[in-house]
């Protein structure tokens, strides 16, 4: 079975300062990789994935993550950090067959952001 | 703004009482998730239906059930609710297209049920 590890549940950064979430994944095959950010009182948006081809992959909003697959790991950066960023973070895969794409989150990563 | 709806934003019930809630789904999407989600923990997936069928459970009772209406509206019954209910839920829609090999689900903003 897939699982995803997030082994920081609170980060506090500095405005302006460097960002970098981990992630680590189990999963039997290569992985689809998703990071999803959730606002108070919002769902889930999506910021990137990764399904194969280039490891380091751009989202929107400056995020941009990279996939490791010797370290089964798939880190979320942003080289620097607004109060907006301010958020709740989830790592996600997904199972991929022809029944649907069940995702499988990480715990998540709570992101404090200090003036 | 995903143009996924959930309703009601907010819900209070007692244990053992019996809930709905409602997903209504971008137009045109095929297929609906629906995730739990409880304080401090990430999304865990309930189900999931495809053209009105269930297609896929995670982890949870029967007593958690689901219908998909013509329309692209969803709701996701709870019977017997438990204290351990108290969560927020989250549905999802896509448009599940034949061979792809991945569809992108569009979460909507959930609904926040408190059991007392």
């Known amino acids: 079975a897939q699982s995803v590890t997030q082994p920081d549940i609170h980060i506090t950064v500095s405005e302006g300062a460097s960002l970098e979430l981990r992630c680590n994944y189990s999963?039997?095959?290569?992985?689809?990789l998703f990071w999803y950010v959730q606002s108070p009182g919002q769902g889930l948006q999506l910021l990137l994935k990764y399904f194969s081809g280039d490891t380091l992959v751009q989202g929107i909003k400056g995020f941009e993550a990279e996939f490791k697959r010797s370290q089964s790991s798939f880190n979320l950066r942003k080289p620097s950090v607004h109060w907006s960023d301010a958020a709740e973070y989830f790592c996600?895969?997904?199972?991929?067959?022809?029944?649907?794409?069940?995702?499988?989150f990480g715990g998540g990563t709570r992101v404090l952001v200090k003036p | 703004e995903t143009g996924v709806t959930q309703s009601p934003t907010h819900l209070i019930k007692t244990r053992g009482q019996q809930v709905t809630l409602r997903c209504s789904s971008q137009s045109g999407h095929n297929t609906v998730s629906w995730y739990q989600q409880a304080l401090g923990q990430g999304p865990q997936f309930i189900f999931q239906?495809?053209?009105?069928?269930?297609?896929g459970r995670g982890n949870f009772p029967p007593r958690f059930s689901g219908l998909q209406f013509p329309n692209y509206s969803s709701e996701l019954n709870v019977n017997a609710l438990e204290l351990d209910d108290s969560a927020l839920y989250l549905c999802a829609s896509t448009l599940r297209l034949a061979g792809a090999t991945y569809n992108e689900q569009f979460f909507g903003p959930g609904t926040r049920l408190t059991v007392l």
């Open positions: 996600a895969v997904a199972r991929i067959k022809a029944a649907g794409n069940k995702l499988t």
């Open positions: 999963y039997g095959a290569t992985p689809y």
């Open positions: 239906y495809y053209r009105e069928e269930e297609n």
